[in-house]
């Protein structure tokens, strides 16, 4: 099912490693429209493409409190408990990245800081669509919470029943997040960046979402709207040595396969024993599973790649840089501390990725398509800023006023020179 | 010379607070074409662009080694020793921002940590144009190298006479920095973006730019290069009461409004004597300035602002969210801490904002547009990205199954539980 490249050439490795092609552009004008409708007609526009695209017809766009508190007595108790766990575990993991820094007094007289300060208004997509993603929901809420910001909304559309799925309402209200729309799509993308009259404008949007989501995201940031970052289709990559437990490894590519239909998954090995057992476990494993369709055709853009050395097979992973790497070897610290480009790395036998998706406690929200190369996942510091400080005294400015003169008059910049002669009568 | 507006109401800032206009559609559709050739032709668009656009005919486009030693011998001494005064200022205060994270024991045998690790490949771009910028190649070389970026390269337009600023070349050299290519423009971005025969391709492009650049660092972001920030014309406000120093306001309002015609300077104040002083000294010190035309230009579209009461300021300054903010108060480091959107912050009498555009050690890269609100300057931070680690035992994944399993469950995502299962024999 899954292609086998036994030990490629080097200089094969750059096509191997293309992601299945994605192009939004024939979507790009329609999104354009959609954007271009919800900045001039707000709400007006928002319920017409709600109608058009996802057949339902809102009549609030916001979600009533009394439907978010209710959320709690609609679903099981097992599923708020797991919630409950993943969040506290997502808590521990993220409430560490605060940091506060020093004042430095880089001459006698010149002293300069920094702080970190929350996001005003944030807006967090949630996708609905074949799954609620309160798992997402968990993810962007708690870092937003985390870093302080004061204003946090909430874009997921309703399903077919005008309704919003009560796990992904009981996930809001536990956050302490308050304001729900339930819109999607490129219109919902739209009115967080312009606001409308229901839907306040926010600074920074967040979230995964479909091409019209991503279209519309790329298209407000070049109005100047934050984005968490660019994103496209989930991806694993499992590096496997002869320790590896086929069956573990099975499991772990189908897991990420039923994402979507073009998700990638990459086995990279060492072992020709696994490249074999592996292939046998998933056409066992596969029959069993839900999203069997799905899973065929994500696997069909898929690779089972040998190389003959560990260096190499990490040479290939830091080149393709992962959203998701497994590591299934012998030594999977070092190999670890050699990966320099991926999302979220999973270590050892017992680590699947799907506890990272939902409740390790680290973050789900992670760079596709090789974007980890400059990207990191979504964290606290995605959802605050930092303000610079000076201050000099007259014996500071005194001391640097050679250095700013001399480079200002160099750069033909003389009233930034003149700001500082005029202070010190020179 | 400035529009002077008196205690405006509310209602009315929202338009008192609008940037000066300023949109690229009109240059887009030749920035793309521009973009697209170099990525399908390389160094030879490379060159027909650079005669075209900067009128040079560059040979190499690589500046030889010998070149930039030899640049150390051209420049004065003078300003060699206020490069490098700033380079250790610059230094000094970027190093602070280095973080080790710990690991965190989520629950018994979930281990979760995080590592920061420089970005490969980074290009920096430094405008040529009417000045040789030395000074942004210190703000984005020093962050850089401090990071550990393992490659990194700069595009600098050469001028007339083919050649690179000397001093640039001094600066380069001072940081270590080899590979400097002497292009300019669109095409210069889009040679970082995809790599052409000489000019190595780059994960993350830094620096600020004429229109066409900003335009082409926006086109090959939506491809998933990696930029700084989006970027705008510079600006500053300045925020006085009656205890500032008209002649001081005055200068750095100036000292603004030389970056270019585009450049919005506003003052807002408490004080209608500040308001009459300032005006007064501008109009004496304009006619001794080099750039005085550029400037008037500029301060067409600047404002003075009256306000009743410093929080009335404070709130307006937060809501312009200004890239430069200097604040001429008693009280300054108390106004300070209340202000939460802005780039860089200046404090006191004694701080002109040029100390901070060379030499005091904060970065001058800088959001501008407003875009403060999300974004923060360049730092070392900007050159690097996180990856995410978890490891856990048989133990910590039996303890965090029953969460897995459950939320995996509830999205509908079969083979992420079976994951989990396969491993624990349930």
Request: hydrophobic share 45%.
């Amino acid at each position: 099912m899954m292609q086998v490249v036994n030990l490629p050439e080097r200089t094969s490795w750059n096509d191997l490693l293309q992601r299945p092609f994605s192009n939004n552009t024939d979507i790009a004008g329609k999104v354009k429209m959609i954007v271009a409708d919800v900045k001039e007609n707000g709400d007006t526009a928002i319920r017409k493409y709600t109608s058009e695209y996802d057949g339902v017809a809102i009549e609030n766009l916001l979600v009533p409190a009394a439907e978010i508190s209710n959320a709690q007595n609609i679903i099981p108790s097992e599923l708020k408990s797991a919630i409950q766990q993943a969040a506290n575990n997502i808590t521990l993991f993220h409430e560490q990245s605060k940091f506060s820094y020093p004042v430095v007094e880089t001459m006698p007289g010149v002293k300069c800081w920094k702080r970190s300060l929350p996001i005003e208004k944030v807006g967090l997509y949630i996708p609905g669509g074949s799954a609620p993603l309160f798992s997402t929901l968990l993810m962007l809420g708690i870092p937003a919470k985390l870093a302080g910001c004061s204003e946090i909304i909430v874009c997921t559309p309703a399903g077919k029943d005008s309704k919003v799925h009560p796990a992904i309402l009981y996930t809001a209200a536990l956050l302490g997040i308050e304001n729900i729309y339930c819109i999607g799509g490129a219109q919902a993308i739209a009115a967080m960046a312009y606001g409308t009259e229901t839907i306040p404008m926010v600074y920074k949007i967040f979230g995964p979402g479909n091409r019209y989501v991503t279209t519309a995201k790329q298209l407000v940031q070049i109005e100047g709207i934050a984005i968490d970052m660019p994103a496209g289709p989930s991806e694993v990559v499992v590096l496997a040595d002869a320790t590896a437990n086929a069956k573990f490894v099975a499991a772990d590519l189908l897991s990420q396969a039923e994402h979507g239909a073009d998700s990638q998954v990459l086995l990279v090995t060492t072992s020709p024993e696994i490249v074999k057992a592996v292939q046998e476990e998933i056409a066992i494993q596969i029959n069993s599973l839900a999203r069997k369709d799905m899973i065929r055709e994500s696997l069909l853009h898929s690779k089972i790649i040998l190389l003959d050395t560990i260096e190499q097979a990490i040479e290939m992973v830091n080149e393709y840089a992962p959203e998701h790497l497994i590591v299934c070897c012998n030594n999977d610290e070092i190999i670890a501390a050699k990966i320099i480009n991926a999302g979220s790395v999973f270590l050892g036998n017992y680590s699947p990725e799907s506890v990272g998706d939902y409740a390790s406690g680290t973050n789900h929200s992670l760079p596709t398509n090789g974007y980890a190369r400059a990207y990191s996942g979504v964290n606290v510091e995605s959802f605050m800023k930092t303000i610079t400080y000076q201050k000099l005294d007259i014996p500071g400015l005194q001391k640097i006023s050679n250095t700013v003169i001399t480079m200002a008059t160099a750069e033909g910049l003389d009233a930034h020179a003149n700001a500082v002669k005029i202070r010190l009568n020179v």
